[in-house]
Antibody, heavy 124, light 107 residues
Framework: EVQLVESGGGLVQPGGSLRLSCAAS????????MGWVRQAPGKGLEWVAN????????RYVDSVMGRFTISRDNAENSLFLQVNSLRVEDTAVYYC?????????????????WGQGTLVTVSS | EIVMTQSPATLSVSPGERATLSCRAS??????LAWYQQKPGQPPRLLMY???IRATGIPARFSGSGSGTEFTLTISSLQSEDFAVYYCQQYNKWPFTFGGGTKVEIK
């Protein structure tokens, strides 16, 4: 059974930092792109970042570029999101999600598994 | 970035009726579209990918259609468990973007 379990969220002051983690199990972690998607309270979904299988390619939404860093440890089946210089508008539930890819073309086919999320609250 | 616009924002439907949800992309995305269902307090669940392919375990009453910039998710006969918020997402170009969602509520 595929499982994604996030941790590391919490209350932090503006300008602060956190490191979000996602522990993966039930599949060959190193074979999949992974991503982070966030959802502000009562709002819709926003894609944040993706990372390829070996960690050599990272993609970010413009609003977090230079502040957030996605990484992975395939030996530990773990995904990370380092979030720095946090702003009030970064307050959200952060979901870890698996980005399934089509065999051959490597086109994304959407996020097929999601964790339960970890809440990041940025407030003074 | 590609802007995804969903309509309507809220859809009131009686159980057993058909629901039709729309999603429009600001530029062509081919068939690189996914649909998700989200219930309160839960993460999203993948329903459809490549516009019209049902994800594992998704019942046949869900269907997707469209290409280019106009897409539709149809639920043929709404069941009680289908009342939720639905999001479309394009993965044709970075950054991936989601629509604002359509809430399907009981009429």
């Amino acid at each position: 059974e595929v499982q994604l379990v996030e941790s590391g969220g919490g209350l932090v002051q503006p300008g602060g930092s956190l490191r979000l983690s996602c522990a993966a199990s039930g599949f060959t972690f190193s074979s999949f792109w992974m991503g982070w998607v966030r959802q502000a309270p009562g709002k819709g979904l926003e894609w944040v970042a993706n990372i390829n299988r070996d960690g050599s390619e990272m993609r970010y939404v413009d609003s977090v570029m230079g502040r957030f860093t996605i990484s992975r440890d395939n030996a530990e089946n773990s995904l990370f999101l380092q979030v720095n210089s946090l702003r009030v508008e970064d307050t959200a539930v952060y979901y870890c999600a698996r980005d399934d890819r089509e065999w051959g073309t490597d086109w994304s086919q959407g996020f097929d598994y999601w964790g339960q999320g970890t809440l990041v609250t940025v407030s003074s | 970035e590609i802007v995804m616009t969903q309509s309507p924002a809220t859809l009131s439907v009686s159980p057993g009726e058909r629901a039709t949800l729309s999603c429009r992309a600001s530029q062509s995305i081919g068939s690189h579209l996914a649909w998700y269902q989200q219930k309160p307090g839960q993460p999203p669940r993948l329903l459809m990918y490549v516009t019209s392919i049902r994800a594992t375990g998704i019942p046949a009453r869900f269907s997707g259609s469209g290409s280019g910039t106009e897409f539709t998710l149809t639920i043929s006969s709404l069941q009680s468990e289908d009342f939720a918020v639905y999001y479309c997402q394009q993965y044709n170009k970075w950054p991936f973007t989601f629509g604002g969602g359509t809430k399907v509520e009981i009429k």
